[in-house]
């Protein structure tokens, strides 16, 4: 949560990369709160999307969806895209 809470870290229309599978397994096995990873998810590490929606869970928790990308995604299995060389 870079922004603060409630404040978007990646407002909706932002291109976004899901992070590495490794991240995501690892993820996947630590998180015990709200909505966590589903399996299906790992297949989409590393996938460039947009944001098309932001949310906030209570205490300013972000989860977003994704174009073309299944699931609700916690905001630290996003990062932003690399800028090409």
């Known amino acids: 949560m870079r922004n603060g809470p409630y404040k978007a870290d990646f407002p909706e229309g932002s291109l976004v990369r899901v992070k590495s599978r490794e991240f995501l397994e690892g993820f996947l096995r630590t998180w015990k709160y709200h909505h966590p990873l589903e399996e299906f998810q790992l297949n989409s590490a590393g996938r ?28 630290s299995c996003l990062e932003l895209p690399e800028e090409p060389n």
């Open 48 to 75: 460039i999307a947009t944001v098309s929606s932001a949310g906030y869970y209570h205490a300013g928790d972000e989860l977003y969806t994704l174009d073309d990308v299944l699931g609700i995604w916690n905001e």
